[in-house]
């Protein structure tokens, strides 16, 4: 972790056991979450450093893959997260870039899974397909 504004490295941290490939802060910013290759998912002090949680995507799905997005939601109450699996989750999905919004917006790419998470069970709280073939972003007028 490191100070937007000024640069300097305020800490690191280590537990993912393949490469990360998201991060996102809570909106009070005492916790990080981080996704990574192989769908695990771990919340971080933002003060200590400590790994805090660890989470996975749910053994319902096709198959275990790459988080490609992670956002918390505005209250910090809920955990979204994107992949490119055949299935998808409802609120929020990723670009191919990896952005998730921060409302009740979306955005997909081809095919995306997404996750909705409670940050205090753990629990993945819904998952769906919400658009098919080439649609790469979404809304909720979509």
């Known amino acids: 972790m490191f100070n937007a504004v000024s640069g300097p490295i305020l800490s690191t941290v280590d537990g993912h056991t393949h490469g990360m490939s998201s991060v996102a802060v809570s909106p009070d910013s005492q916790f990080a979450i981080s996704g990574s290759s192989n769908g695990e998912i771990n919340m971080w002090s933002t003060v200590s450093g400590a790994l805090t949680e660890r989470l996975l995507l749910p053994k319902d799905a096709v198959r275990i893959d790459k988080v490609t997005c992670i956002a918390y939601s505005l209250d910090g109450r809920t955990i979204v997260t994107g992949s490119w699996m055949n299935i998808k989750r409802t609120v ?10 921060n409302t009740e917006q979306a955005s997909a790419f081809m095919e995306a899974m997404l996750h909705i998470w409670d940050p205090d069970t ?12 080439d649609k790469t972003t979404l809304g909720p007028q979509s």
């Open 92 to 101: 929020a999905a990723p670009s191919e870039m990896g952005s998730v919004a």
């Open 122 to 133: 753990g629990d993945c709280l819904q998952s769906a397909v919400v658009c098919e073939g």
